[in-house]
């Protein structure tokens, strides 16, 4: 039963990192496009690049965290 209690978590840490992690992205990737001046349909594909490398990042250090922060008891 714990087991399954502390996969729930790490799951849960992994999917709000990658939400978290995917809006910074994309506020974050929107700024850098615009203040670069990424020409045409790049801007898509650099927004796009840095929400997903900001969600997949965010998410696996709060999928770590959360597994770290598991085995403890308090």
């Known amino acids: ?3 399954d ?3 729930t978590r ?3 840490g992994v999917a709000v990192g990658g939400a978290v992690g995917g809006a910074v992205g994309a506020v974050y990737g929107t700024y850098e496009a ?3 001046k990424v020409p045409g349909l ?3 594909r650099y927004i796009g ?3 997903l490398g ?3 990042i965010f998410g696996l ?3 770590a965290g959360s597994l770290i922060h598991c085995g403890k008891s308090y």
């Open 54 to 56: 900001s969600a997949a």
């Open 34 to 36: 615009i203040r670069y």
């Open 42 to 44: 790049l801007k898509i």
């Open 61 to 63: 250090f709060l999928g």
């Open 5 to 7: 209690g502390c996969l």
């Open 1 to 3: 039963m714990a087991r």
């Open 49 to 51: 690049q840095t929400t």
């Open 10 to 12: 790490v799951a849960t």
